[in-house]
């Protein structure tokens, strides 16, 4: 019965989601276009993307989701990339399924395969690398984590990477590997990677030799996205600035 519930609210989730989309397909300017797209993967699968930003772009930006699905909040990022002259692109992940309810925006989380959403950040990766841009991939959370494997499967595709309080789940070995600099953005309150988690990252990328910049912030898991309780509009705005900072010494300058 559980199950049913959640097909249903899904169904429902999807419905409101592909509405919201179809309401934000407009032409903002001459060459920016933003709104709903399809895109096929190398498995036959099929997702939806929110884009935005020149056509004719010299950098790209994959932009990846946390539990939520692609909210308010990630439209928002993408159109702030958009704004910089990035074409920028957040891919779903979760097939359309999303809840403002946590417990079951977790479930959906869970119940997502790892090796379908490697196959969807490929796909995604691929839709940008169209006339040769220079690619940045960012998430939060869940899409931290897609962030930073997409950096480590995909070294020589990946300019830059950043990741927002998600996992840096790799070994030496696979870090050394990158030839894309990184960044993360910590939350010290942060229940599942603690300060010392975080201080074993350091450590692996001191090792690995690559570029890491870490900042950690006292706050905690979500507080860059406003559909957390734990969301904080002065920190988030501190942690943007060293977003773009790091975006500017190392993606733009170049």
Not at 6 to 35: H, M, N, P, R, W
Not at 180 to 192: S, T, Y
Request: proline share 3%; with cysteine.
């Amino acid at each position: 019965m559980r199950n049913l519930i959640l097909s249903l609210i899904c169904f429902i989730s999807f419905s409101s989601y592909a509405a919201d989309f179809e309401e934000q397909t407009v032409a903002v300017e001459a060459k920016v276009q933003i709104g709903l797209i399809t895109i096929k993967s190398a498995i036959g699968t099929s997702m939806q993307g929110y884009v935005a930003g020149p056509e004719d772009a010299e950098l790209g930006i994959l932009i990846l989701h946390d539990r939520w699905g692609v909210n308010d909040s990630i439209r928002q990022w993408v159109d702030r990339f958009a704004a910089k002259g990035y074409r920028a692109l957040a891919i779903d992940t979760f097939d359309g399924r999303i809840s403002k309810k946590m417990w079951l925006a977790t479930e959906i989380m869970n119940a997502t395969d790892p090796e379908w959403v490697k196959a969807d950040v490929k796909a995604g990766l691929s839709y940008l690398k169209k006339g040769g841009r220079k690619l940045v991939t960012l998430g939060a959370g869940f899409g931290g984590w897609q962030s930073f494997q997409a950096a480590v499967t995909d070294p020589d595709g990946v300019a830059g990477t950043i990741v927002i309080y998600g996992e840096l789940d790799a070994d030496v070995a696979q870090v050394r590997s990158l030839k894309a600099p990184v960044l993360a953005i910590f939350a010290l309150q942060d229940e599942r990677i603690t300060p010392s988690i975080v201080d074993g990252y350091r450590r692996m990328m001191k090792k690995s030799l690559i570029s890491y910049r870490a900042y950690s912030f006292p706050a905690g898991h979500g507080f860059m996205d406003a559909a957390y309780p734990s969301y904080n509009e002065s920190l988030a705005r501190d942690a943007w600035e060293q977003v773009d900072g790091f975006l500017a010494s190392f993606i733009e300058a170049g």
